[in-house]
């Protein structure tokens, strides 16, 4: 037989060859069964949704940070009160628990898919990846994918929590018939670098169990039984794949220094104390963000000091000595924790978040500062806050960090005396107020995330505006070469720890304005250190001066482009 050829959409970049193992789930029907009594349904159904939080609960133990933001949003799902009246409500006029939460689910999933945005159309799969877990609790089954040996998994589609299950070290590759580039299973695939194509019709019934198949997720090709030709193809982008990693792997211990010698620190971001040793692995010159957030995600109750303090110091340790910069609670605005009971907003990017939170959360802080504290001990600390607006909210966090110190030492606890306090510039009335707050910190980090959305007033998270989110805009370039102006002024060390600073491009222009350290996704490190390295501090920094002087981001791409071409 000849090979097959089927053409998908790229959605993770690189090429892998390998055999087939090829997911046919049985939809969830629902059995025929004969209902219950209203109330033993009611218990039956009660007793579902009890068994699909614990195995939720399982799953985001073994998750990365996406993988818990994925997992959050199910928890909620499967709190959600309108679900559970429209279930209770089919229960109550006489179906079996099945068929009453199938019906919901479809409900909800079907006004997802009707709606004109594509990222909000794809969340119905979540919707359903949800229903088909209480389904599964309700009839005994268990669900989800596992491989026993490396595999390609080919499937109509993975639900998020099947992607999430599986053991990546045997995960070569993902072809789905749906799907797009927005799914969660496409954004994982990304995060762990493993190659995925989707949206390939037909692949479903033209492959078979061990059958090999090479997928390509940068052009979206998918090739079945692939002939000689394509597997020596094949052969070779895998080979220079595993070269690239090896020459990764060799560069990491190398600094981050241009060939001029201006040193910039190339550190990473993280989000759990894992994490905080995979970016050492990476070659991470330091921790420029651990998201303290993650303790406080996919659980019931708020992480208590001492959870707190063990968490803190598992990440200093794992660090070896190096700077761990911990950012305190950034909860609010699109990250929601059912068990704080934050009120609705109109506006939750504007809203109650991180700081404000914690202004009134005295006892919630307070707990996180005492622990941050208590950890100091165990490595070098640098405690960061987020979304500080001026000085009354720097003064207010700084003094309810003295105030923890002061309760610790009361209580003869021992805190370190080197521990760094900066904080995060992220609100554009920070970076404007910059020479005043570089006074009264250590060190400033830019968040680049949210100084592009408030700058521009474009919601990070609205893929309707996603081409109008430009980190590379003249406004946002003009206040950070304020902001790096202002700390070294005042003799202070600024770095960036927004997405910005893994990018080509926007890497280049950071080294260009004068920032000091660059933090990043640990698997970005490798590239930007190799372009760092092989570009002259002294032409960065002429692009970025030239930059601050246009008037448009296409105008600034178009003259930082060339830069970046030639030292990649
Ligand atoms: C930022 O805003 O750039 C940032 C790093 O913080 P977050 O993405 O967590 O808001
Ligand atoms: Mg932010």
Redesign the pocket.
Known sequence: MSERLLRGVGAAAGAVMGPALVYREAQAVPTAAKAGTPAEEQARYEAARRRAAAELEELVQRADDHGREILGAHQLMLQDPEMHDLVAASIQAGKPAEEAVQAAVEQFAGMLEALDDEYLRERAADVRDVGRRLVAALTGRSVGLRLERPAVVIARDLAPTDTIGLDRSLLLGIVTEQGGPTSHTSILARSWGIPAVVAAHGVLEAAADGMTVALDGDSGEVVLDPDAGTRIRYEAAMARAREQAERDRAEASLPGETPDGVRVELAA?AGSPDEVALAMEKGAEGVG?L?S?FLFMGRDTAPTEEEQYAAYAAALRNAGGRRVII?TL?IG?DKDVPYLGLAKEENPFLGVR?LRLCFRRPELFRAQLRALLRASVHGRLAIMF??VGGLADLRRAREALAEARRSLEAEGHPVADNYEVGI?I?IPSAALLADHLAAEVDFF?????????YTLAVD?GNPALAEMYQPYHPAVLRLIDRVVTAAHAAGKWVG?????GGLPAGALLLLGLGVDELSMSPALLARIRRLVRATPFAEARSVAQQSLALGTPEEVLALVEPLVRRGE
């Open positions: 971001n963000l998201r957030e950012r950034d605005g991180a987020p979304m995060m992220e980090s830019i968040g680049t995330n949210d100084l592009v959305q990070r960036v720890c927004g997405e910005m």
